[in-house]
């Protein structure tokens, strides 16, 4: 089977503008977790989706948001984009997200606004 | 609040001996899984080995292993017979069984980078 994919690797963007990033997950995982890696905050938490539904939310803004596809695709978007917004952003999927389930990282996408 | 702490943001060891990381746990949840995640230079997250908290025999898998002292909330990684390949940021984390009978978010520590040398 295919890893989980995240689409596109490397963005920069400058303050004030919007990004949408896009996680595809291993085929037949219904749930896909969204994780902002920096530096000084280290890995947190921003939502969990399954079947097109958000289950979890982390602690981020309302500008953090993001959607589930029928086919599990999952994209989150970040508006009015921040400095501090500068991260890596990690997708995990897993079949349903129980406890029992493993989660599968994909890449990540390097975002880094100036 | 459940949180995750290592407490050594460095390790080195040499090729083919042995290391072994910390991690220290808080929680109230009975009923949760601790993992050890490896994430290289490339930075894709590996899953390096999982623990069930009900199961009091130590995990491993090949030359990782892991002592879990649910008492003392400890679960530190031993790896055996280090390789260079084994370069890399180590993380801890920890989830728990919610009420919706889902997993929580993992919650991560900050990290170990651990150095293989020659």
């Known amino acids: 089977k295919a890893g989980v994919t995240q689409t596109p690797r490397y963005l920069i963007k400058t303050r004030g503008q919007q990004v949408t990033l896009s996680c595809s997950p291993i085929?037949?995982?219904?749930?896909v977790s969204w994780y902002q890696q920096t530096p000084g905050q280290g890995l947190q938490f921003l939502f969990e989706?399954?079947?097109?539904?958000?289950?979890n939310k982390g602690n981020f803004p309302g500008r953090f948001s993001g959607r589930q596809f029928s086919n599990s695709r999952s994209e989150m978007n970040v508006s009015t984009l921040e400095l501090g917004d500068s991260a890596l952003y990690l997708c995990?999927?897993?079949?349903?997200?129980?406890?029992?389930?493993?989660?599968?990282f994909g890449p990540g996408t390097r975002l880094t606004v100036l | 609040a459940q949180t995750v702490t290592q407490s050594q943001p460095e390790m080195s060891v040499q090729e083919a001996e042995t290391v072994t990381l910390s991690c220290t746990y808080d929680t109230s949840e009975s009923d949760y899984y601790l993992f050890w995640y490896k994430q290289p230079p490339s930075r894709q997250m590996i899953l390096v080995i999982r623990?069930?908290?009900?199961?009091?025999q130590n995990a491993t898998e090949n030359r990782f292993s892991v002592n879990f002292q649910k008492a003392a909330k400890s679960f530190s990684l031993k790896i055996s017979d280090s390789q260079l390949g084994d370069a890399a940021m180590y993380f801890c984390a920890y989830t728990y069984l919610r009420d919706t009978g889902t997993a929580s978010k993992l919650t991560f520590g900050t990290g170990t980078r651990l150095q293989v040398t020659l």
């Open positions: 623990q069930e908290a009900y199961k009091q």
């Open positions: 085929s037949g995982h219904r749930s």
């Open positions: 989706y399954f079947s097109e539904t958000q289950r």
């Open positions: 995990a999927s897993s079949p349903r997200g129980r406890i029992t389930d493993t989660q599968y």
